[in-house]
């Protein structure tokens, strides 16, 4: 389940009855990283039997919208970061 899909932002609300939204988000980004590599593991194998460049196109977009979402997730965690440290101050 990779979050920017819908299994993922299905995992991802899921998670939030049980969680604050922080550990729901870290937890479905680790999901998200460890199934990307899975994903891309399981279809490499497909590319050497098949030998289809559509699978290579799918793998890399895939790629994409994981590094866009960990990047979003690192500016949220810095936010974060921010507010709790703002929070103390005061």
Avoid: Q
């Avoid at 990779?2 to 870290?26: C, E, H, N």
């Avoid at 590599?37 to 590319?47: E, L, Q, W």
């Amino acid at each position: 389940m990779i979050y920017p899909l819908d299994g993922g932002r299905i995992l991802k609300g899921l998670f939030l009855f049980s969680f604050d939204y922080k550990k729901a988000m870290d937890v479905v980004n680790c999901i998200s990283n460890f199934s990307l590599i899975m994903i891309t593991f399981i279809s490499s194998i497909g590319i050497l039997y098949y030998r289809n460049i559509s699978i290579v196109i799918f793998i890399f977009y895939l790629w994409y919208l994981v590094f866009v979402e960990n990047k979003r997730k690192t500016i949220v965690d810095r936010m974060y970061r921010i507010i709790e440290k703002e929070g103390l101050k005061s």
